[in-house]
Every structure is written in structure tokens, then in C-alpha cells.
């Protein structure tokens, strides 16, 4: 099984900044994707950054230039530092870990519990 811890969450004010943590422990496979999600009231999960284990990021078009994705493959972490906060980036964010096992042809993929950021104007 694995678990995915998250911290860092919090309350800012508009221009401000956050940095979320996320720990990943149990069965994982060295070759992975770690990233970001975020939803808010009334709308659907979306992506926010994404990091593979070799260091490749994708990043969400609203958080460019603002936001850093970042992992240590030896402790099986992710961060996000979260500069120039706006409202609009109010939102549960959660930690993702996925990985494609070929040989089987399965996607596996697990979720944080989840933590709330909130910028307020």
C-alpha cells in the first residue's frame, strides 16, 4: 500500500507564498510521476505541476512563472513553493503518485488526504 502525507497548507494573503510538502511511503516504484492537484468549491480537480522521476515538469498554464514543482527521488518527496498567491488559487490541494506497470498494462495511482490553501484579498 502507499500513503501520501501532505503539509503546508494554510492561510496568506494575496501576493504571498506557500510551500507544500508531500511524503510518499510504502510500495513505490523508483520510475513514477509526483504531483499537484487542486479543487475548488464547485469545480473539478484539475492539475496544478507534475514532476517524473527523472526531473521533467508540467505545469498548469494559470501557475506558470509563479509556482516550482520539485522532488527528492531519495525520500520519496514532492514540493511545491507557491509564490504570488492569488484568491483564485484557493483550493484543496493533493499530493498525486502514479506509475504505469506495463506488464500488466495497470496504471497505479494514489491520493493525499488533501490540504487547504486559502489567499485572501
Known amino acids: 500500500q502507499v500513503q501520501l502525507v501532505e503539509s503546508g497548507g494554510g492561510l496568506v494573503q494575496t501576493g504571498g507564498s506557500l510551500r507544500l510538502s508531500c511524503v510518499a511511503s510504502?510500495?513505490?516504484?523508483?520510475?513514477?510521476?509526483m504531483g499537484w492537484y487542486r479543487q475548488a468549491p464547485g469545480k473539478q480537480r484539475e492539475l496544478v505541476a507534475t514532476i517524473t522521476s527523472g526531473g521533467s515538469t508540467n505545469y498548469a498554464d494559470s501557475v506558470k512563472g509563479r509556482f516550482t514543482i520539485s522532488r527528492d527521488n531519495a525520500k520519496n518527496t514532492v514540493t511545491l513553493q507557491m509564490n504570488g498567491l492569488k484568491p483564485v488559487d484557493t483550493a484543496v490541494y493533493y499530493c498525486?503518485?502514479?506509475?504505469?506497470?506495463?506488464?500488466?498494462?495497470?496504471?497505479?495511482?494514489?491520493w493525499g488526504q488533501g490540504t487547504q490553501v486559502t489567499v485572501s484579498s
Open positions: 498525486n503518485v502514479n506509475w504505469w506497470d506495463y506488464s500488466r498494462a495497470r496504471k497505479y495511482e494514489y
Open positions: 510504502g510500495s513505490i516504484v523508483s520510475m513514477n510521476t
